[in-house]
């Protein structure tokens, strides 16, 4: 049983303290760079390999990966699969809330009159509405989170921060999201499944055998 935030941070250390160091690195080039900067820094770079695999990467973010993790976990663990699935389903609430309270344009739609300068991935539908903040990002960070929190190996929080950052910069390579729409995801996905560890993790019956049991490994 954990004894709170300051026990959470610690399992997952190896992936926070690199992901505070780069968010401050990214809040650093936002403070240089304009968003038409740096999306067509981004945008600018393309490759057909890169436009190939992108549209895949970035379904790692998406809630039915999550929940079929969380189904592949309740064979072996209902608390396991109870932090995921609750994680997702907490931020991701909260990350369409947002959505819909800042109803901000994506990059298809904000950069209308400079459709002929943008690279789209060819048969990717491109959405136009509700880009603040990135429902995929916060769901990769919150799934990562939750993993290296889990795992027995805690260095693999770095695995678990490079995809969820694999993830992020898909958003922006297919034209999704902007940079601040990825960068206020991941502290989303982040802070909000922290609180909700150091929170229901400390419950007696979370913790209890027959939570840490699965569908195959009843009593």
């Known amino acids: 049983m954990n004894a709170g935030a300051k026990d959470v941070l610690y399992k997952i250390r190896?992936?926070?303290?690199?992901?505070?160091f780069i968010l401050c690195a990214c809040l650093i080039l936002k403070l240089l760079y304009?968003?038409?900067?740096?999306?067509?820094?981004?945008?600018?770079?393309h490759t057909n390999f890169l436009d190939s695999i992108q549209p895949y990467l970035t379904d790692i973010g998406d809630g039915l990966t999550v929940i079929v993790l969380a189904a592949i976990l309740l064979l072996f663990s209902y608390r396991a699969a109870f932090l995921l699935i609750?994680?997702?389903?907490?931020?991701?609430?909260?990350?369409?809330?947002?959505?819909?309270c800042f109803d901000m344009p994506r990059p298809k739609a904000y950069f209308s009159d400079q459709l002929d300068k943008i690279h789209f991935v060819k048969g990717l539908y491109i959405l136009t509405v509700h880009s603040f903040p990135s429902g995929h990002t916060v769901?990769?960070?919150?799934?990562?989170?939750?993993?290296?929190y889990l795992l027995k190996n805690k260095s693999w929080g770095i695995v678990m921060l490079l995809v969820a950052l694999t993830v992020g910069y898909s958003r922006m390579y297919l034209s999704q999201h902007f940079?601040?729409?990825?960068?206020?995801?991941?502290?989303?996905?982040?802070?909000?499944?922290?609180?909700?560890?150091?929170y229901i993790d400390r419950k007696q019956v979370i913790n209890s055998p027959r939570w840490n049991r699965g569908l195959l490994k009843r009593a």
Not at 14 to 20: E, T
Not at 180 to 197: F, H, K, R, Y
């Open 14 to 20: 190896y992936f926070f303290i690199p992901y505070v």
């Open 34 to 45: 304009t968003r038409a900067e740096i999306y067509f820094a981004v945008n600018g770079f």
């Open 86 to 100: 609750t994680g997702y389903a907490l931020t991701s609430l909260t990350a369409q809330m947002l959505k819909y």
């Open 139 to 148: 769901t990769a960070f919150s799934a990562a989170v939750v993993i290296t």
């Open 179 to 198: 940079f601040e729409d990825v960068m206020a995801g991941s502290v989303i996905g982040v802070i909000i499944t922290v609180a909700w560890l150091s």
